[in-house]
């Protein structure tokens, strides 16, 4: 997802205009600054705001948001106790985990 910017006086002659700026975000940032609360500065709320309408007008930009967040989940997920992640521990003959 990208957002232009550019500015352009009203009400004087010549009138003025800045070049376009390109923000790219990806889907992951896009859904978390569309799902955050609004931020202060007329600018900034602007800006959030055309957020917000991209991403509810897409909802497969939030299914590819959900789906990469899940993915980067699952790689980064600690195995559970007992599943052979952890080792356990052998005390006189009597096992257990160490767990932190």
Request: contains cysteine; glycine residues 8%; hydrophobic residues 40%.
């Amino acid at each position: 997802m990208a957002v232009f910017l550019f500015a352009q006086t009203t009400g004087v002659r010549p009138r003025q205009k800045s070049s376009a700026r390109r923000i790219c975000f990806c889907p992951q940032c896009a859904v978390s600054l569309a799902m955050g609360p609004a931020p202060e500065g007329a600018l900034n709320l602007a800006a959030w705001q055309m957020i917000r309408d991209v991403v509810g007008a897409q909802p497969s930009l939030t299914e590819a948001a959900w789906e990469n967040l899940h993915a980067t989940a699952t790689e980064t997920m600690l195995p559970a106790t007992g599943t052979g992640g952890a080792q356990p521990i052998s005390r006189g003959g009597q096992s257990s985990y160490l767990e932190f």
